[in-house]
């Protein structure tokens, strides 16, 4: 079910049913402690998190990528972390309604200023409604990298790629970048 990507970084996904569109969840590790990344629900993964650390947060990307986050929060007893509303330009009223909708309102609004587990660093992407997290060398977004047609595409992730160094890229859909980031620029 989990993908390697480093010794510290693994992956699981599956094609979501409506679109056709592969979707990834990542698990970041650090001192055995592990933080999921837009985790999808699917029977086992808490049993396969548990083998691999032990879960002490949930951190969402955008909105739209609710997937498993709040399920999966509850049912570890685990925060949740979800992009602070006004920071990335979310509709407040219908963001609040949701928040409500999918029993988020224990949920821990993050920013660039937030303190996260594992020393993850959020970056607002501009225009994207999205925050991007810095893990060791590793920028990790979840629709940003995804581009028309399928392509990969960086408009908006630039100045974010260069302002953190981040060498590769873990994306909420589509293929990893595990090294040479910097090089695609």
């Given at each position: 079910?989990f993908?390697?990507?480093?010794?510290n970084?693994?992956?699981?996904?599956?094609?979501d049913?409506?679109?056709?569109?592969?979707?990834?969840?990542?698990?970041?590790?650090?001192?055995?402690?592990?933080?999921?990344?837009?985790?999808?629900?699917?029977?086992?993964?808490?049993?396969?998190?548990?083998?691999?650390?032990?879960?002490?947060?949930?951190?969402m990307?955008?909105?739209?990528?609710?997937?498993?986050?709040?399920?999966?929060?509850?049912?570890?007893?685990?925060?949740l972390?979800?992009?602070?509303?006004?920071?990335?330009?979310?509709?407040?009223a219908?963001?609040?309604?949701?928040?409500?909708?999918?029993?988020?309102?224990e949920?821990?609004?993050?920013?660039?200023?937030?303190?996260?587990?594992?020393d993850?660093?959020?970056?607002?992407?501009?225009?994207?409604?999205?925050?991007?997290?810095?893990?060791d060398?590793?920028?990790?977004?979840?629709?940003?990298?995804y581009?028309?047609?399928?392509?990969?595409?960086?408009?908006?992730?630039?100045?974010?790629?260069?302002?953190?160094?981040?060498n590769?890229?873990l994306?909420?859909?589509?293929?990893?970048?595990?090294?040479?980031?910097q090089?695609?620029?």
């Amino acid at each position: 079910m989990f993908e390697p990507i480093t010794r510290n970084i693994f992956r699981w996904g599956t094609i979501d049913g409506e679109t056709g569109i592969m979707m990834y969840s990542h698990l970041l590790l650090r001192e055995n402690k592990a933080v999921l990344v837009d985790p999808l629900a699917m029977p086992g993964v808490i049993k396969m998190i548990q083998i691999l650390g032990d879960p002490i947060a949930v951190i969402m990307t955008t909105y739209p990528h609710l997937r498993g986050c709040s399920l999966l929060s509850r049912q570890m007893g685990i925060p949740l972390f979800i992009p602070d509303i006004k920071a990335i330009n979310e509709d407040e009223a219908i963001t609040k309604m949701f928040i409500d909708l999918y029993s988020m309102k224990e949920a821990r609004q993050y920013n660039e200023s937030t303190i996260l587990p594992l020393d993850i660093k959020a970056y607002i992407i501009p225009g994207r409604h999205e925050m991007a997290l810095k893990f060791d060398d590793f920028l990790i977004v979840g629709d940003s990298a995804y581009g028309l047609n399928g392509k990969l595409t960086f408009a908006s992730l630039k100045p974010i790629i260069r302002k953190t160094a981040a060498n590769g890229l873990l994306s909420g859909h589509l293929e990893d970048i595990p090294n040479g980031l910097q090089d695609m620029l």
